[in-house]
């Protein structure tokens, strides 16, 4: 708590300049007081014993708190009841419009799982992304901080040879950090866990410092340089039999568990443990509590997501990793114009490359050219098809890459291609478009070639093994000063290759941005960036420079042809933004894809336009229908049953309308009305083809009642009669149906309304 004192009294200099926080009379006088608010994230399973604890430690200062509970909306608290749970904890959904002083993220009893095996773990990402904008300092512990760690840092944590289990001695590696202030040299701290994070690896990230450590335990505790990230391994607002009830608990499930260290006296179970670090439990929260928010938080909480705009937007890239599609290596003047991208930014340290695209509309894919090879059965057929392959790498090599034995690679190709049947031809030889052109590139630019055979790892079953790719594209790139990298393609342990199914070049790319935590994955393709709308249907539709990937997510469920969520998924569970380039024109800034766009300035009431023809409409017609849950059920059962997928759904008191695809019941139309009226006893089911649907897609659509009001103007504008109208349950679209004879009509006259700019 500051001391108030007369102004210009002498001692204020000497005490400011020791970091003692003095308030002056006129400081004092003009001060606005208010309560810090914190939020708790409670991830253990003991929830009222974690919130009883930590609560105690938090309302010892005199500093008045307002504390709120959070849980997570996707894992279902299976310790505490559901009573407590709805009476005391929100959700994500429910406090993510808020702003916090302070919060606090526990640890949790699941170290031994991948993070990205965590049921919750997108989920808590976008929590971790919004507490940048909407927290001023967040407090992580034990497996919250090696989360946080891996979250916002990339730092890896790793499996102990056994538990980690007792009171341990401490030291400061900082001593003159705020967070430790009035410690001892040494003092004591519990813990409890499997898992732990490396000095080396903390210390190789700039804007990380140690507090902390033990010489048994390991880092104890990592701050941000701004503040705003406190990370703790350890337990020191555990009781003082917290850690004698997990070795009994393990000791009664015959786990055998070694006697907790530095605990028992003489490591005695039956004695009772001496309590020996609840002075430091108490200090380094009222510390964090005093220096860290109450001293530096904004009176005006609000001004919080002022204070960190995004890491993207804040500074350059570090680390870009850059993956270029086939039209932008379609030819030597697509790799001279690559090249030149590599080279204007040192932070483009690796590519990855797809195979040399189509450079004219009547020309063929050299993919196309090698899957039809791996289809012919006689090998002189084969051997064509692979020359007109060879003709095309020959056209840039002689440019881009003179100094390649082109020669060799393709016989090794042909050679190899002899040896193999079924998949593994067809795998091998469709992925040597991909291996090509990296070949090509690196020999152009002077890069490293990195095999993705060495880095990409997939089973026996052919399924991405991502632990062991992960840990092979780190091992072989991080101390590369630069590599090119193939693309679509991996390999077994021994050596066979598989491909991805779809999206493999976008796959790779996103793989290695997030097994390097590059700073941002740059997508370079043939279109500036995302387009609002489908440019065969509306000329030149505009660029939309920020989305989020829950909106990303609703396009492609809507018909926009966009990246392929396996391709999103790596770089969207570490955070790491992708930007949609245009290699034609790289001084354009494309579309940023990131895991929040809230902090950023929105130029457009909407991210996109999609849709799709070949839809019908199911109208039942019965009194009451709409009340009875038991036929709503049995009609879903009906269209499921049958492998009918329903778009969307409006229920009225006497009538149920759903939308379903038009194609699986484009022939059995009479005996599907027949089942429906059995099994809802309906008066009338007519069934109406020729209908499509259009999505407006845009974050917090829920707060812009205008959204709404242009999209039905434009529409009535046209005289175009909307069929169905549906709202999605996170409130990020509209979905709309009308005659298949108005999509494109419909799609356009969205778009003039939303088109302008403010």
Sequence with gaps: MPIKVPNNLPAIDILSQENVFVMTDTRAMTQDIRPLKILLLNLMPTKIVTETQLTRLLGNTPIQIELELLQTASHKASHTSQEHMI????????????????????????????????????????????????V?????????????????????????????????????????????????????????????????????VPGLKILASSDEAGVFCVKSD???????????????????????????????????????PNDDPSQEPVVNWRSCANLIYSNWLNYFVYQSTPYDIRAI??????????????????????????????????????????????????APGKRFDEDEKVTDLLIQAAEEESSSARDQLLDQVEKRIWEIASAAAPGLNLDQEIAA?????????????????????????????????????????DVIRFSEDNELDRAETRKLLSDRLKDLDGAVIPGFYGAKKDGTIVTFSRGGSDITGALAAAALKADVYEN????????????????????????????????????????????????????IPINIRSTAEP??????????????????????????????????EKEGIGKNGGIHQALMDVLESRGISVAGEQIGTDTIAVEVEARPIRDNTDELTKVIQQVTGAEDVTVSAGLATIAVVGRNMADKSSVAVKVFEALSNEHIVTRFVDHSADSISIQLGVSETDYKKAIRAIYRQFSLIH
Aim: hydrophobic content about 35%.
């Design 587 to 620: 001084e354009l800034n494309g579309t940023l894809i990131v895991q929040n766009a809230d902090f950023y300035d929105s130029v457009l009431d909407i991210s996109g336009i999609s849709g799709r023809k070949g839809y019908a409409a199911i109208v039942i």
């Design 87 to 134: 009476s005391f904890y929100k959700t994500f959904d429910q406090v993510r419009d808020n702003n916090y002083d302070g919060m606090i993220i526990t640890g949790a009893p699941i170290e031994l799982m991948d993070f990205e095996e965590v049921d919750y773990w997108d989920e808590l990402c976008e929590i971790m992304e919004w507490t940048k904008s909407h």
């Design 226 to 264: 701004d503040d705003r990230q406190i990370f703790v391994t350890g337990h020191s607002e555990y009781d003082g039999d917290t850690l004698k009830k997990e070795y009994e608990r393990d000791v009664k499930a015959g786990l055998n568990p070694d006697i907790p260290d530095h605990y028992f």
């Design 413 to 453: 190709v042909k050679e190899e291609a002899d040896k193999l049947k079924g998949r593994e031809i067809r795998d091998y030889l469709a992925s040597r478009g991909e291996y090509l052109s990296a070949k090509m590139l690196a020999e152009y630019t002077g890069r490293t070639f990195v095999d993705a055979a």
């Design 305 to 354: 997501q002022n204070e960190d705009l995004a890491p993207v937007l804040q500074r350059k890239s570090n680390l870009t990793v850059a993956k270029f599609g086939g039209t932008s290596l379609a030819g030597s003047e697509q790799f001279s114009q690559v090249k030149k991208i590599l080279q204007e930014d040192p932070a483009r340290k690796y590519a990855v490359v797809s």
């Design 524 to 575: 370079w393709t043939d279109v500036p960036g995302m387009l609002m709308a489908d440019p065969r249907i509306v000329k030149n539709p505009l660029t939309v420079p920020v989305i989020n990937y829950k909106e990303l997510r609703e396009l492609a469920l809507r018909g926009a042809n966009v990246l392929h969520e396996d391709a999103v998924a790596p770089v969207r569970r570490t955070g």
């Design 136 to 204: 001023h300092s967040t407090f992580h512990i034990c497996w919250g901080a090696q989360a946080g760690l891996y979250y916002h840092y990339g730092i890896q944590k790793h499996i102990m040879d056994k538990k980690l289990s007792g009171v341990y001695k401490h030291h400061l590696d900082y001593k003159k950090g705020m967070l430790f202030r009035g410690f001892d040299d040494e003092f004591w701290v519990p813990h409890s866990r499997n898992t732990t994070v490396r000095r080396e690896d903390i210390e190789a």
